[in-house]
């Protein structure tokens, strides 16, 4: 732990620096919500409606009278595992189907690689918006519509990486030495191909909250009165006039998460390919 400190304050670029103190902040910010605010997050009070930033409610109250930071704040935690579980079956998925279809070639490769053909063919935010409007709106269509459709970058990445390693001269000499394919693919194979999925992962993260809340804005993705993001900026958008902070805020908020996120992207690719 120690070393990774030391390491971050020496040798890490900036990007990754800024990136990850951004992304740690709403980490925090998101655990310690029920501390940070004393409000409750979906409790309506009309009495407080409308009421503009300051007093009480520091960042205003929403429509209905619930306080707009503390909606922010717990809608983080929704937005951030939006992010997480987004990314992860996608990413398990493809580096599967890209690490078996690169080591294994043949006419599993050809299959594999004929569905991936047939899923990219298809527009990628409509795939999804058609496969949440048909299992309904919900956390649960919104992970396993992007598992089933994003899963083909993953899967081209590590295929790639695949096919250069299954030629190198350490996985060679494993199979000199008898070892078993599955051995061969996840103990030296699969720490190598990784790498340029790993760094698209985080990218893919932030493109992964932007979609969910835009999901969210169209009314397919977190159903009120749960506090998103994306659902709290729809929410706004009559009284833009009247109640910007309603919408404006949960936008920051959301761009801010997207723009560390990107940092720290930025910040991997530099670190693990450094003549990239």
Known sequence: ??????????????????????????????????????FDPIKIDVINALQPPGGAHLLGADSVGRDVLTRILYGARMDLLMAVAGVAGPFILGTAIGLLAGYSGGWLDALLMRILEVTISFPYFVLVIAIVSIMGPGLQSYIISL???NWVTYARLVRAETLVLSNADFV?????????????MLRHIFPNAIIPSSVFLMTDAVLTIVLGSSLGFLGLGVQPPTPEWG???????????????????????????????SLVADGMAQVLDPEA
């Open 1 to 38: 732990m120690t070393r990774a400190l030391m390491w971050l304050r020496r040798e890490a670029p900036r990007s990754l620096l800024v990136g990850l103190a951004i992304t740690l902040f709403w980490i925090v910010a998101a655990a310690l919500a029920p501390v940070l605010s004393h």
């Open 147 to 149: 598992t089933v459709v």
């Open 172 to 184: 060679l000499a494993a199979r000199v030495l008898g070892y078993r394919p599955g051995r061969i």
């Open 231 to 261: 659902v709290m900026i729809a929410e706004g958008r009559t009284y833009l006039g009247s109640a910007w902070w309603i919408s404006l805020f949960p936008g920051l908020a959301l761009c801010s998460l997207a723009f560390g996120l």
